[in-house]
């Protein structure tokens, strides 16, 4: 953990309460911390999983009877085994209520490891916040009254277990916790099942454009590094939403689930950083562009003087949101629905982005399941410049090292290198700037590989990164081949 003292130092204020910030100057990329989770259990209703691997259960523990297991795991860990022998539990228990699973791993801390459990306690769990509300009353049904009516820690002799303290700890796995990507043993994907509380890596404060990536491996080691230089002094920042909804939702979310609300630079900034993500088109000029100013509570043209009626926006995004949800993944589909949806909307808002991230994402599949030579040029150059669009706003709201721009510049140059070898085939570029175009595309495979190093080799991404660098051997390859027919290239 030296690593972590030397790179960051632990502040507290009024506002934030306690953050992180950068006790030296950091380079883009460089690693600040490794952290192993305090507890790492399955997300609320989850499909019942082995306790030991998280992949399906088949079976049970032999020892204590109770605990699922899969075919290849015989044991999980040792105190939580004793407690589910020794609890008195009803032997269908955690079937009828996995959702306690997690919980009981904190609760069992306090005797198994109190440093630990002391951690866990020093987290935010925003439980006044979350007092009376829908969550809390669905762990009240799901966790806490099943766990004190089986009176399972009362027979341990453990009378501090209250429902407020098991509301306070499902408090800190909702706020505090992160996903745990890559699967736990490299053989099977668990993508998405298990959530891991990180003391040290959950006190970044939260910003809508952050400084620091995260990747968790097989092993639920958690890696923080930065994705921009971080100066001295400065504060460390993670995106705990997503960075291309647009701001009503981004709040939202925050709200619902992190209970603040959030005023960095890109929520303060209608145009949301000059992307235009939440904008829609101005009805009373041409080209103009409507944000929403919440200091004025209206929607206003960036060109003319028109304010927009509040009833017609919402009338003109909920359409759009109605077809995006209803909308079939098909090609001509989508394109559809784009086309209708643009004439009332900026091209990057949210919700035409993201039927544009479908669309490229269709082609791309007809792209695989199809030979080069079988791709209509059109769609090559329509899957070209959507990822091209969707890699100018990225580089604005994820500035350096991201995961996103990572996938978008690996679609985006096989997408150019495909193009480039079509326009040849068909004699429309010579050979040299066949050339060009691939030296191009391998200037930007190697910039994807370098975004996507950072990931765990088991999750799609890093499976991804594998990908990448076979094609850019390939791609060197046809580069060779190329330079063969170029004289004059060959000369140098
Ligand atoms: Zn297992
Ligand atoms: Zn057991
Ligand atoms: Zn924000
Ligand atoms: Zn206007």
Redesign the pocket.
């Known amino acids: 953990m030296a690593r972590f003292e030397e790179n960051c130092e632990i502040l507290e204020s009024n506002e934030l309460g306690r953050y992180l910030v950068a006790r030296r100057d950091l380079a883009r990329g460089q690693q600040i911390l490794v952290e192993q989770p305090i507890v790492i259990g399955p997300y609320w209703d989850s499909k019942i999983r082995c306790l030991n691997c998280f992949r399906s259960s088949c079976t049970i523990c032999r020892k204590c009877k109770r605990a699922p297991l899969c075919f290849d795991c015989t044991t999980h860990q040792e105190t939580e085994c004793d407690f589910y022998l020794n609890s008195g539990l009803n032997i269908n228990f955690l079937f009828d209520h996995f959702n306690v699973v997690t919980p009981v791993r904190c609760l069992l801390l306090a005797s198994s490891n109190r440093a630990k459990f002391d951690e866990m306690m020093s987290m935010e769990a925003h439980t006044n916040e979350r007092r009376d509300t829908d969550i809390w009353h669905a762990h009240e049904t799901k966790v806490v009254r099943p766990l004190l009516d089986s009176k399972a820690f009362e027979k341990m002799n453990d009378p501090s277990v209250t429902s407020e303290l098991i509301q306070q700890i499902c408090g800190f796995f909702d706020v505090n916790s992160f996903e745990i990507r890559g699967n736990m043993d490299d053989v099977q994907q668990v993508e998405s099942l298990v959530r891991g509380l990180y003391t040290k890596a959950a006190l970044m404060a939260h910003n809508c454009v952050s400084n620091t990536l995260i990747s968790v491996d097989g092993q639920a080691n958690l890696r923080l590094y930065t994705t921009v230089p971080v100066k001295k002094g400065e504060m460390l920042l993670y995106n705990y939403t997503r960075s291309l909804f647009g701001t009503v939702e981004r709040r939202t979310h925050l709200k619902l689930g992190k209970y603040f609300v959030c005023t960095c630079r890109r929520c303060e900034d209608p145009t949301e950083l000059g992307t235009h993500l939440s904008s829609v088109k101005?009805t009373?000029?041409d080209g103009?562009l409507c944000s929403y100013y919440a200091t004025e509570d209206k929607w206003l043209?960036n060109?003319?003087t028109?304010e927009l009626e509040k009833t017609y926006v919402n009338n003109v995004l909920s359409d759009a949101r109605k077809d995006a949800m209803q909308c079939a993944n098909d090609i001509h589909e989508l394109e559809r629905i784009i086309t209708k949806h643009s004439k009332t909307l900026h091209p990057n808002n949210s919700i035409l982005l993201e039927l544009k991230q479908t669309l490229a994402g269709e082609i791309r599949n007809r792209c695989l399941m199809s030979p080069p030579s079988k791709v209509p040029e059109q769609l090559l150059e329509r899957k070209f410049h959507l990822c091209q669009e969707m890699l100018s706003i990225l580089r604005v709201l994820e500035p350096g090292i991201s995961r996103l721009t990572g996938i978008a510049l690996y679609e985006y140059n096989v997408a150019l290198w495909d193009l480039a070898r079509k326009k040849f085939e068909t004699k429309v570029i010579s050979a040299k700037e066949l050339l060009e175009e691939l030296s191009k595309a391998e200037g930007g495979l190697k910039e994807s590989i370098s975004m996507l190093l950072f990931e765990h080799p088991s999750t799609p991404e890093g499976q991804l990164t594998k990908r990448a660098m076979h094609d850019l051997k390939d791609l060197r390859e046809e580069m060779k081949q190329v330079k063969v027919i170029v004289p004059e290239i060959q000369k140098e």
């Open positions: 101005c009373g000029c103009g043209c060109t003319c028109k």
